[in-house]
């Protein structure tokens, strides 16, 4: 999601909710750090506390109570984005609370623990905790220029769910063209020059006829263009980067007639579609391959953290 100034509101929301806690914080554990004094209900207890523990007060336990709701809440987008159908607030709606009310989980977290790491446990959270909330930040920052870095570097954009079956028709492609020129091939012996085994940046001759010319196009595209489009490839490729691709796309024309020029182009169109096709595969992995690390232990973290909970209500 891109942050605009839709997202002030909530920004001055989590701003003044942290600012709040953290008068209460500061008038329950070091009342005499505040210029004035700040009078607490009678059941938050005595102020500073006679334990020594910050999580087990009644304060506290508000905080953190308050970030386990929060990760309920986040753990439910996931959810909610299935059901669009439901009439519980927009995604958009939800992904902005989801942002920045987890945002507001960062000083609820360290207002509960004191700013300290306590003990096994706390720390196993905290370590969690710490993992899920970078991933997050690094998502969210992913998403700020991402989109339109590929928008800027991919021309033929190909919606995601269709690139298996659009990699298909540019592989059956070239091999109906393979087909149509094996027949032309037939007709004579092997070409002597290839595309393959010329050098990068060498002058080639003018294939002498249509034939020849055919032998050369079928081996191009045996040994570059067959085996690039396939889904998975075994080496590495000269097609794989744009102006080796370039250089090579010229050889081959000056190695066959004019009559293949059509087909070359043909064929140099498709090889540019698949360069793209992987292009955006590797942005979009980067767009949401984050989300590997923070759903799993975002889901470890809510799992611990209820425990967490169980246990400080049975010790208590």
Same mark, same amino acid.
């Given at each position: ?5 839709? !997202? ?11 600012? /709040?806690?953290?008068?209460? =914080? ?20 005595? %102020? ?5 523990? &910050? ?25 909610? $984005? ?13 992904? $902005?609370? !989801? ?5 507001? %989980? *960062? ?13 096994? @446990?706390? %720390?196993?959270?905290?370590?969690? =905790?710490?993992?899920? @909330? ?11 220029? @991402?989109?339109?870095? @590929?928008?800027? %570097? ?5 919606? =995601? ?24 091939? #037939? ?68 190695? *066959?007639? #004019? ?8 064929? #140099? ?6 360069? #793209? ?10 767009? !949401? ?5 923070? *759903? ?13 909970? &169980?246990?400080? /209500?049975? &010790?208590?």
């Amino acid at each position: 999601m891109i942050l605009n100034r839709s !997202h002030f509101p909530w920004a001055l929301f989590v701003l003044f909710v942290t600012a /709040v806690c953290a008068v209460l =914080y500061a008038a329950n554990f070091h009342p005499d750090s505040l210029p004035v004094k700040v009078v607490l209900p009678s059941w938050f207890g005595p %102020t500073p506390p006679v334990r020594n523990t &910050y999580g087990g007060t009644p304060l506290g336990l508000i905080f953190g109570t308050l970030a386990l709701a929060i990760f309920v809440f986040a753990s439910a987008l996931g959810i909610r $984005k299935k059901r669009r159908v439901w009439k519980i607030g927009s995604v958009q709606l939800w992904l $902005k609370a !989801h942002i920045w009310l987890t945002i507001l %989980t *960062v000083p609820l977290v360290l207002l509960h623990c004191g700013f300290r790491h306590g003990g096994p @446990m706390p %720390t196993v959270l905290l370590f969690l =905790y710490g993992i899920v @909330m970078v991933s997050g930040f690094f998502g969210l920052g992913l998403q700020q220029f @991402m989109p339109r870095f @590929m928008s800027a %570097t991919i021309t033929r954009e190909v919606v =995601y769910e269709q690139i298996p079956r659009v990699k298909e028709s540019l592989l059956a492609s070239a091999e109906s063209l393979r087909k149509e020129v094996g027949i032309a091939a #037939q007709r004579t012996e092997p070409a002597t020059v290839s595309v393959g085994a010329l050098p990068h940046g060498a002058a080639a001759a003018p294939a002498q006829s249509e034939d020849a010319g055919a032998q050369v196009l079928l081996q191009f595209l045996d040994d570059e263009c067959l085996p690039y489009l396939k889904p998975h490839r075994s080496k590495k490729s000269r097609l794989e980067e744009e102006k080796s691709a370039v250089n090579v796309f010229r050889l081959l024309k000056l190695n *066959v007639s #004019q009559n293949f020029w059509g087909k070359v182009d043909e064929i #140099q169109q498709w090889c540019d579609d698949r360069r #793209q096709i992987d292009w955006q595969l590797r942005l979009h992995h980067w767009l !949401h391959g984050w989300l590997i690390i923070h *759903v799993p232990f975002s889901f470890a973290l809510l799992v611990l953290t209820f425990w967490h909970a &169980y246990i400080t /209500v049975i &010790y208590l």
